[in-house]
Every structure is written in structure tokens, then in C-alpha cells.
């Protein structure tokens, strides 16, 4: 069974991959970690075969966490619901 992320680059490299994605379930901190780890492979300007290479300008800007074309939005409470007050901010994104 592939991981959230290898799946990702899976349908990545298939030209399948949607405009947004929500990763959900499982764990929360992993989930948020793949949801990185993809982030960083598709900003990068020369990805290794399935990281980031960690050194162009794009990984500096995610390694400062100040990419200015890339917003992380979180699920609040115990029941990690996305409220609309963040989807809002999305659009004006």
C-alpha cells in the first residue's frame, strides 16, 4: 500500500494530479507532513526522484516557511474541522 505521498507522486507523474488537495485521517501530524513533503517536491526547481533538493530558492523560501504562493491551512479543534473563516482566506489568497 503506497503512502498519502508516494501516491501522490504517483498521479503526479501520470498528469493526474487536481488543483487541491485535502489530506485527511490517520494521523494528523503525518498527514500534515506529507502534505509538506509534496508541497516541497512540486515548488522545487530541481526535485531529486522523491524529495526536494533542499539547496534552490523555492526550498529556502519552504524551509523559512515564507513561500509566498504556498498557504497550509489546518483543521481546529478535536475534531480538526476546517472552518469557513479559513476557506475564506483561500479566496483571498
Not at 508541497?39 to 526536494?52: M, N, R, V
Amino acid at each position: 500500500m503506497l503512502s498519502p505521498f508516494e501516491y501522490c507522486l504517483e498521479i503526479y507523474r501520470k498528469d493526474r494530479l487536481p488543483h487541491a488537495l485535502i489530506f485527511t485521517g490517520g494521523e494528523g501530524v503525518l498527514m500534515e507532513k506529507a502534505g509538506m513533503a509534496l508541497a516541497k517536491f512540486l515548488f522545487c526547481e530541481k526535485p531529486k526522484t522523491h524529495t526536494s533538493c533542499g539547496i534552490c530558492h523555492n526550498c529556502q523560501l519552504f524551509q523559512s516557511e515564507s513561500h509566498p504562493d504556498f498557504l497550509k491551512l489546518l483543521g481546529e479543534g478535536k475534531s480538526h474541522t476546517i472552518r469557513i473563516d479559513a476557506v475564506r482566506t483561500l479566496g483571498e489568497f
